[in-house]
Structure formats: structure tokens, C-alpha cells
């Protein structure tokens, strides 16, 4: 019979690996010193049984947002760095959205770059629109909260339909982002619209107002993504090196929900 994987069990001798039978002193009869350790014990954690956990993956989420920070602070002192933020962030986005095992050195440096870019960019917005940053963080953490909050509670949950609807507007969104960065570095609009098509209006509204409340729309519901990928993640013991891929999700969204509150408020200040 292969021998148990089951800690608990390996450490009574009767379930060892290659463990005889013992022979039993009457003196002793009725204690059992093993049991009782293992009742007394704490609980494994990730780091004992190598499984993604929901401690073990906020940790990492933790880890992941210091070093944005980090980074960040830096960049608000020199926007400069702004540009290859941005640059390094893009490549190492796909590089670990496409990589078949997380790596967490590559998904830290993202976190990282990606510090470089929001700090140089959220210096460059206040300057521009002053208090747009702390609205756009209070906002970004509201979203997640309440998104959390549902989640956890049951009454927001991920499914097919919706995810299909979900991924046809993320390809929609791509496209008309494309486009608009074109048209913006290229000069196919006028030079006084800060934000490109954003900045023109559809029946008196901003449609960068209009396509904003879109994209918060469609990173709320990437949260609750995320939160699925993680809960599954746990529930089939996946081992604990995925807590980095589950971290690193909710890092994409939240980078992602913070710029477009960037993008709204800084339009509705103008406007």
C-alpha cells in the first residue's frame, strides 16, 4: 500500500511509511501523546502544505502593492521615469499574463514598472487637475470593497454569459483605445482635446465620460474574475506559487480601474 500523504497521519506510527506494527505496553494503554500534539498544533499553513491559500495570497498581494508604492513615490519626484514604466510594465503584463507557471520575480519587477508609470502619471494628472489623485484612490478602493463585499456575501458571482459579454466589450474597449492613442500621437484630432476622442462630446456628454463609466464597469466585474480564479484556486488546492498569478490579477484590475477614475475625474474637472 503507497504510504499516506496525509501529515496528520504520518505522524502516528501505525500510518508511517514502512512503519511495523509496534507492540503495546500495557503501562501506557489509553495515552496517546501523538493525538494529543496533533490536536494542540496549528493549523498548516500555505508554507507547510505547498497549497494556495487565502492568507498566503494577500500576503503576496501585499508584497506586490509595497513594491508599487515603492517605486511610485520615486516617480512622483521624477515624472520622467513615467515613460519607461510604462513600456516595461506593458511587456512584463503579457509576459506573465501568457506564462504557463507564475514567476514571482518577473511579477514583482511588473509591479515594480508599473509603480514607475502611476506615480509618474498621477504627479503629471494632479499638476494638471488638482485632487483628482485622492479621488481616484478613494474611488478604486470603494470599487473593491463593495466588490469584495458582494462576492464574499454570495450575491456576485462569474458566469458564462457574462463573461462572454465581458470579453466582446474588453475587445471593443481595446480597439477604440488603440485608435484613439493613434489618432492622439499621429494628429488625427485637434491638438487642444487632452484626451482625444475622450474629450469630444455625444448630446452635450463627454464621451470619455461615457466610455469611462464603461471600463469602471467592465473592471468591477474583472474583480469578481479575479476573486473566482483565487476562491477556485484554494478550494482545488493549487499550489501555493499561484497565489503569485491570483495577486498579480487583482494587481492588472486595480491598476486599470485607477486610471480610468484618473481619466474621469480629471474630464469632469475640465467640464
Given at each position: 500500500m503507497a504510504a499516506s500523504n496525509n501529515p496528520a497521519l504520518n505522524r502516528v506510527p501505525a500510518f508511517r511509511a514502512g512503519g511495523a506494527p509496534q507492540p503495546v505496553d500495557p503501562n501506557t494503554v489509553g495515552a496517546t501523546p501523538d493525538?494529543?500534539?496533533?490536536?494542540?498544533?496549528?493549523?498548516?499553513?500555505?508554507a507547510e502544505t505547498g497549497r494556495m491559500s487565502y492568507e498566503d495570497?494577500?500576503?503576496?498581494?501585499?508584497?506586490?502593492?509595497?513594491?508599487?508604492?515603492?517605486?511610485?513615490?520615486?516617480?512622483?519626484?521624477v515624472p520622467q521615469l513615467t515613460i519607461i514604466g510604462a513600456i516595461v510594465g506593458l511587456v512584463l503584463g503579457?509576459?506573465?499574463a501568457f506564462k504557463r507557471k507564475p514567476s514571482p520575480a518577473?511579477?514583482?519587477?511588473?509591479?515594480?514598472?508599473?509603480?514607475?508609470?502611476?506615480?509618474?502619471?498621477?504627479?503629471?494628472?494632479?499638476?494638471?487637475?488638482?485632487g483628482v489623485v485622492v479621488q481616484a484612490v478613494i474611488a478604486t478602493l470603494g470599487v473593491f470593497g463593495v466588490m469584495l463585499a458582494l462576492f464574499a456575501s454570495g450575491k456576485v458571482r462569474a458566469s458564462n454569459r457574462l463573461t462572454k459579454v465581458f470579453l466582446g466589450a474588453m475587445?471593443?474597449?481595446?480597439?477604440?483605445?488603440?485608435?484613439?492613442?493613434?489618432?492622439?500621437?499621429?494628429?488625427?484630432?485637434?491638438?487642444?482635446?487632452?484626451?482625444?476622442?475622450?474629450?469630444?462630446?455625444?448630446?452635450?456628454?463627454p464621451l470619455g465620460l461615457i466610455v469611462g463609466i464603461l471600463a469602471v464597469l467592465m473592471g468591477a466585474?474583472?474583480?469578481?474574475?479575479?476573486f473566482e480564479f483565487i476562491k477556485n484556486g484554494v478550494e482545488n488546492r493549487a499550489?501555493?506559487?499561484?497565489?503569485?498569478?491570483?495577486?498579480?490579477?487583482?494587481?492588472?484590475?486595480?491598476?486599470?480601474?485607477?486610471?480610468?477614475?484618473?481619466?474621469?475625474?480629471?474630464?469632469l474637472s475640465r467640464n
Open positions: 493525538l494529543e500534539a496533533l490536536f494542540q498544533a496549528r493549523s498548516a499553513g500555505a495570497t494577500v500576503v503576496k498581494t501585499v508584497v506586490l502593492f509595497a513594491a508599487l508604492l515603492a517605486t511610485g513615490v520615486v516617480a512622483w519626484f503579457l509576459v506573465n518577473l511579477i514583482i519587477t511588473y509591479a515594480a514598472a508599473q509603480g514607475l508609470f502611476l506615480g509618474g502619471i498621477s504627479r503629471i494628472f494632479e499638476t494638471v487637475f488638482g475587445v471593443g474597449y481595446l480597439v477604440y483605445s488603440l485608435v484613439n492613442v493613434g489618432l492622439m500621437v499621429f494628429g488625427g484630432v485637434s491638438s487642444d482635446l487632452a484626451f482625444g476622442l475622450n474629450s469630444m462630446t455625444f448630446m452635450g456628454i466585474y474583472s474583480l469578481v474574475l479575479d499550489p501555493r506559487v499561484y497565489g503569485w498569478q491570483g495577486a498579480f490579477g487583482l494587481m492588472v484590475t486595480l491598476i486599470w480601474l485607477y486610471v480610468e477614475f484618473l481619466r474621469l475625474f480629471a474630464i
